[in-house]
């Protein structure tokens, strides 16, 4: 069993940044790639990205490349998400999963999830 907990959200301009942390409990962090979602009033659930379990892989979403990053500290059980040039269309809850992975993160399906963190971004 796994629980995260996200922090870091809030409210911040256009074009400004957050980064958002998700720790994790338990003593098996370094076996789960993790990943970013995000759900948007009234759409789905979206992957914004994952990192492998040693962090030397990461995948994301077409439209944040270039502007987030995903990295892990497996000594502090956390993974973050730091979101550069944020757009309104940023706009959403923020949850961080966990996946179980030989390595890398595989898809958009994940074992464990946060409960989610408010961003919302001004114009």
């Known amino acids: 069993q796994v629980q995260l907990v996200e922090s870091g959200g809030g409210l911040v301009q256009a074009g400004g940044s957050l980064r958002l942390s998700c720790a994790a409990s338990g003593r098996t962090f370094s076996s789960y790639a993790m990943g970013w979602f995000r759900q948007a009033p009234g759409k789905e659930r979206e992957f914004v990205g994952g990192?492998?379990?040693?962090?030397?892989?990461?995948v994301y979403k077409d439209s944040v490349k270039g502007r987030f990053t995903i990295s892990r500290d497996n000594a502090k059980n956390t993974v973050y998400l730091q979101m550069n040039s944020l757009k309104p269309e940023d706009t959403a809850v923020y949850y961080c999963?966990?996946?179980?992975?030989?390595?890398?993160?595989?898809?958009?399906?994940?074992?464990?999830w946060g409960q989610g963190t408010q961003v919302t971004v001004s114009s």
């Open positions: 999963a966990a996946q179980r992975s030989l390595s890398t993160w595989i898809g958009s399906e994940a074992d464990y």
């Open positions: 990192i492998s379990r040693n962090g030397g892989s990461t």
